[in-house]
């Protein structure tokens, strides 16, 4: 009932004024909002700067959009990788319409008008937030319960960062304090996060929202030397198992393993991701990278596709549609498609303890054994974490080139 009301939103939306000029979006800066719930608006920047260039902020992160239609009085503004997208009417230069995500069934109602302001700015900081901060999610849940470390940095009342968890980073935070209240939102195509809390005495108390379908509470206790558990460590080899074997298809419909002759004697980085994941697609452009600047050496890169969409045809498009926006010229093998959860994940790579985190990506030596499984991915919005992941990377990776 839910799909088949996404499409006719969009039907409606482009062919309410079908005998109207094409209007175009002004140029300048825009606030758009996502509605969250009856009172909580999800808030982010983005910049026109032509009829079918715009760019989303948050912090530090810049994401260019190019592939915008207009038809009468409405704007389609698709992003380069996610399959979410939006639809909205332009009336009086203010824009108001939805978000989809139409795999998932998902809409959020979306408005937008110029304004450069992502928060609004009413009163002094009672405090400062800078620095490291010990998490805990769904803190009085037993089955949601999950840690986390907060970096921040606060100039004025200007905050950014991230919350780092142990399956991968919330992504380029940005907002503001007010008084001792702080407001913090993300919005990349794919997750619209917004976090809301108290700051007292050096303790954070709110709530995170993801998107309109999740909400949870949090508390976040100031601690300069907390770490997060090691990421090499929290998925292994079962006992009895040595290595990885798997059998999977790749877009010509071949079944593709690690016993052709194309990998023998190989360094193999088996990437364990999907399309629809954004430490997934951090980690895929720092992979597609790596991979053609060393593409002359003994190295192969295999991703895995964890596909939540719920046709083979559909999954594969997604893949290709990734393949286009990274660059990556490795293999992506459908893994499994209907379902992204962990548990029929586990059940595709049975020699694994868990499928934790998307991504996660084993370390395979010439000879075909396992040396190293990391979990997760600390992405450019983790900063000098990120720079750390990728010296570790580049050292081991050499390691087993040399041996």
Not at 122 to 128: C, I, S
Not at 144 to 162: L, P
């Amino acid at each position: 009932m839910k799909f088949t009301y996404i499409i006719f939103l969009t039907v409606v939306v482009f062919s309410c004024a079908k005998h109207k000029e094409h209007i175009k979006l002004e140029r300048g800066r825009y606030l758009g909002e996502l509605k969250v719930n009856d009172t909580l608006n999800l808030p982010f920047n983005f910049d026109v700067s032509g009829e079918t260039d715009l760019t989303i902020f948050n912090a530090t992160e810049e994401i260019k959009l190019g592939d915008i239609t207009y038809q009468n009085d409405s704007i389609y503004i698709k992003f380069p990788v996610f399959e979410g997208y939006i639809v909205a009417k332009i009336e009086n230069g203010k824009l108001n319409g939805s978000f989809i995500k139409p795999n998932l069934n998902r809409v959020m109602p979306f408005s937008a008008e110029k304004n450069s302001s992502r928060f609004l700015s009413t009163e002094a900081p009672k405090t400062n937030i800078s620095g490291n901060w010990e998490t805990v999610f769904s803190p009085d849940s037993d089955e949601d319960r999950y840690i986390a470390k907060g970096v921040f940095k606060q100039s004025g009342q200007k905050v950014t960062g991230t919350f780092r968890t142990t399956t991968g980073d919330y992504r380029f935070l940005d907002g503001v304090i007010n008084g001792n209240i702080l407001q913090l939102s993300t919005f990349d195509g794919a997750h619209a996060f917004l976090f809301e809390a108290e700051v007292n005495d050096s303790v954070i108390t709110g709530m995170f929202y993801s998107g309109n379908h999740w909400q949870e509470p949090f508390i976040a206790k100031r601690n300069k030397d907390y770490e997060l558990p090691d990421a090499n460590t929290l998925t292994f080899l079962k006992k009895g198992y040595n290595r990885v074997e798997f059998s999977f298809k790749d877009e010509n419909g071949d079944l593709v393993s690690l016993d052709e002759d194309r990998f023998k004697d190989k360094v193999i980085l088996l990437q364990i991701m999907g399309t629809w994941c954004p430490n997934c697609l951090d980690e895929s452009k720092f992979y597609a990278e790596y991979y053609q600047q060393h593409s002359s050496e003994d190295l192969e890169i295999i991703a895995l596709a964890f596909e939540y969409v719920q046709t083979e045809e559909k999954a594969f498009e997604n893949i290709e549609r990734l393949r286009k926006g990274t660059g990556i010229t490795y293999p992506i093998l459908l893994a499994q498609y209907g379902s992204a959860s962990k548990v029929k994940a586990n059940e595709k790579l049975p020699m694994l303890n868990q499928v934790l985190s998307y991504p996660t990506t084993i370390f395979i030596d010439k000879k075909k054994n396992v040396r190293k499984i990391h979990t997760g991915f600390n992405g450019p919005a983790t900063g000098e974490k990120y720079l750390e992941f990728k010296r570790e990377f580049e050292n081991f990776v050499s390691l087993l080139l040399g041996e």
